[in-house]
Every structure is written in structure tokens, then in C-alpha cells.
């Protein structure tokens, strides 16, 4: 009875102050909690969702709508719950190069890169946004995943500070083709001068920000940190200066459509803890030639093996979209299970992502899936579905 009212007042009234759990004073994440935006967006919410602790809108309108406002204008999201742990003191660039595959040598101050972290036996913890301040201060900003237990437990006998961040900075994020004009309306820096992936501190509508130029959907876009005391202040000043050139606020079911049409894998939907990198198309990731990293001596190995699954695209020849987990057949047998699907507004198609053995994993192959009781028939295409060159993002 407890929980149908809880969602009841979830769906229809304000939360605010009336939070039906408390975080605890352990470290696992617990709680039901609204986000510093809240005040602005509980008044156009009509579904909400909980994400790693907290409620934000799943759509505010229709979520095609909000898509085609992101793709055409701009669209305004919560995106807290992604998580911000920050590594800092004597020592975290050392702890982040032996964390992170990749070649971390060429980041530079003032600049994010798209990263992963893998576990001893080459399966992957979470993938992220990796902030770099300075020598000293890092962001690791992923999703409700593992990452901050892992990166501690390789941070003990150090100096290194772990700390999530999640209950004192929540994030926004302003993405589509006229963020930037929408944006430098109410800040004080020049956004002409911060590159694709470049981070900058600056004021917004009065309040201290720090700026990444990344979001999810490979548009042309910002994330916003920000402050929970500040927050509030932050949304609403962009919100009111975005509002009359038609951007909208948006909820997650439209942020999906646009990161499915581009590929970006959802970690812990299409991939997990049991994936290596080469199995997502996520190899170029790995710098094996670098001195040490966490996981290096399994993905030597597996670098040098066949690999047993691989992530690819599909096109479905339906007018709807399959559902997630229906099964991929070839030759009558169950050869994956879909991850991802949804019908693209950008192509009128309906797209779909899986795991399958890499023998069925040329362009063009027919395979068929198994969803709502009909054998429908599609092909493997190639991945991303739209804008592969990511034109629209810069």
C-alpha cells in the first residue's frame, strides 16, 4: 500500500521536503532524494524515474517531441546521478594511469577524455567521463555502477582522496544546436574557445559552474556541474533564457532515442562487468604497450585470441520498435538477445543493438528476431545508425 502511494505522489505531487527514506551515514548509496533542479522541473513532469538514488523526469512531454526540440534547437536535462568521484591529493595522476587503459600522457589540464576501467580479468567496471583539473584533482563521472568501491580499493596505502561528489554537485546538461547561443547568453566565458571534450570553471547565471563540452547524444552540447546550493539558481536562469527560442525540458526517454542512434553504449544494458573492450568495439580504448594498468595482463591475452561475441547494429523490417531482451536468430537458432531498441525519428527505422558470435557479424547478413509472438526479419548495419562522422557535434 506504502509504495503504490509513494509512487502516486512520485507521479502527481511536489516531493519536496517530504523525501520518504534519509541517506544513511555509510558510504553505500541509499535514499530517495530530489535533485537541486527539481523545483523547476516538478511542475512540467508527467513520468519520473529513479536514478542512483534520485527522482528525475523520464519525459516531460512527448519524449519525440523533446527529441526533435534537442535535434532542432536545444534541450534542457537533469542528468544527476551521474555520478562525480572525484580522485585528488599527491599521487592521483599516478592512481588514474594505472586505472585507465587508455594513454593517459596526452591529457592535458583543463581537458576530459571518454575512458574505461577493467578489472583484473579484462571485464569492465564502468565507462565515464574522465575530468582532469590538474596533477592532483580528477573527476571520474560514470553511472551507478561500481566505480568508486574499485577505485578506492586501489587507492588504499596511498595518499590519494576518493569521494563521491553525488549528494554535492548535480549535474545539467544543455544539448543541440543552439546550446552554445543558449549557453553564453548567461556566462561569463567565451564558448567559441572550449573545444570538444575541453573543460572550463566559469560563472552561470551568477553562480560558479564547471563546464564540460560532452553530453550523450552526440550533438553539439555542455554538461553543467553545479553546486546543490546553487543549483536551483543555475536551472532556472537557463531554463528562463532558453525557454523563448524553443528549448525544452526533457527527460530521459528522449536522451535514449538520441544515444541508441548513436551508439553510445548504456553500461549495464548493452554491456556489464562480463564484457571485455573488444567485445564492444571499445579496443581502442587499451594502450597495451603502456608500462602498467589494472587488467593488462587479461587483455593481453584476449587481444591475441578470437573473441566469442561482438556488439552490432540492427535494422528490423517493422514499423515499431522489438523489445529489449527478444531474441536474435540465425539459422534457428537463438544466436543474442537485443539490448536496445527503439524506431529512429532521424531514419523512420527501426534499429536495434546486440551481442552475437562474430561469424554473423558482416554488413548485410540477415538474421531474424523473435518479438511480441512474430519472426520479423533485419540485417546487421553498420553502427553509429546516424551521423557516423559525428558532424553534429562540434
Avoid at 4 to 27: C, E, H, I, N
Avoid at 160 to 187: M, W
Avoid at 209 to 234: H, N, P, Q
Avoid at 322 to 331: D, L, M, N, T, W
Amino acid at each position: 500500500m506504502y509504495r503504490d502511494q509513494l509512487f502516486r505522489r512520485t507521479a502527481f505531487t511536489s516531493f519536496v521536503g517530504v523525501p520518504p527514506y534519509f541517506k544513511t551515514g555509510m558510504r553505500m548509496k541509499s535514499g530517495l532524494k530530489t535533485t537541486a533542479f527539481y523545483p523547476v522541473l516538478e511542475p512540467y513532469m508527467t513520468e519520473v524515474k529513479l536514478h542512483n538514488t534520485y527522482l528525475k523526469p523520464d519525459q516531460i512531454s512527448d519524449p519525440v517531441e523533446e527529441y526533435w526540440a534537442l535535434r532542432e534547437v536545444a534541450g534542457l536535462w537533469d542528468v544527476t546521478g551521474e555520478e562525480v568521484i572525484e580522485i585528488s591529493g599527491p599521487g592521483a595522476e599516478e592512481l588514474v594511469d594505472k586505472l585507465v587503459p587508455r594513454n593517459m600522457s596526452k591529457v592535458k589540464d583543463g581537458w576530459c577524455v571518454f575512458a574505461i576501467m577493467c578489472y583484473e580479468y579484462g571485464g569492465i567496471v564502468e565507462d565515464a567521463i574522465l575530468v582532469r583539473f590538474n596533477s592532483e584533482r580528477f573527476w571520474w563521472v560514470g553511472g551507478p555502477g561500481w566505480a568508486e568501491q574499485w577505485i578506492f580499493s586501489k587507492s588504499v596505502g596511498t595518499k590519494v582522496k576518493i569521494v563521491s561528489l553525488l549528494d554535492e554537485i548535480h549535474v545539467a546538461s544543455i544539448q543541440g544546436p543552439k546550446s552554445r547561443t543558449i549557453l553564453q547568453q548567461v556566462t561569463d566565458f567565451d564558448l567559441d574557445g572550449l573545444a570538444y571534450f575541453g573543460m572550463v570553471q566559469a560563472m552561470v547565471c551568477g553562480v560558479p559552474v564547471t563546464i564540460t563540452r560532452t553530453g550523450f547524444t552526440a550533438e553539439l552540447g555542455y554538461d553543467l556541474y553545479v553546486s546543490v546550493e546553487d543549483g536551483e539558481k543555475m536551472f532556472r536562469g537557463l531554463w528562463k533564457t532558453g525557454k523563448p527560442s524553443g528549448m525544452k525540458l526533457c527527460g530521459s526517454r528522449a536522451l535514449n532515442i538520441r544515444r541508441t542512434e548513436a551508439s553510445i553504449l548504456n553500461f549495464g544494458q548493452d554491456f556489464d562487468w562480463s564484457h571485455n573492450p573488444y567485445e564492444i568495439g571499445l579496443g581502442r580504448m587499451v594502450d597495451l604497450n603502456k608500462s602498467f594498468f589494472y587488467g593488462q595482463e587479461a587483455l593481453k591475452k584476449m587481444a591475441d585470441e578470437p573473441i566469442e561475441r561482438c556488439i552490432v547494429g540492427l535494422e528490423v523490417s517493422a514499423d515499431y520498435a522489438v523489445e529489449h531482451g527478444a531474441s536474435v536468430r540465425y539459422e534457428k537458432q537463438t544466436v543474442g538477445r537485443i539490448s536496445s531498441a527503439l524506431m529512429s525519428p532521424a531514419l523512420s527505422k527501426s534499429i536495434a543493438i546486440s551481442m552475437v558470435p562474430p561469424a554473423i557479424t558482416k554488413l548485410g547478413t540477415s538474421v531474424e528476431i523473435e518479438s511480441q509472438g512474430a519472426l520479423l526479419d533485419a540485417k546487421i548495419v553498420p553502427m553509429p545508425f546516424f551521423d557516423p562522422e559525428r558532424r553534429l557535434s562540434k
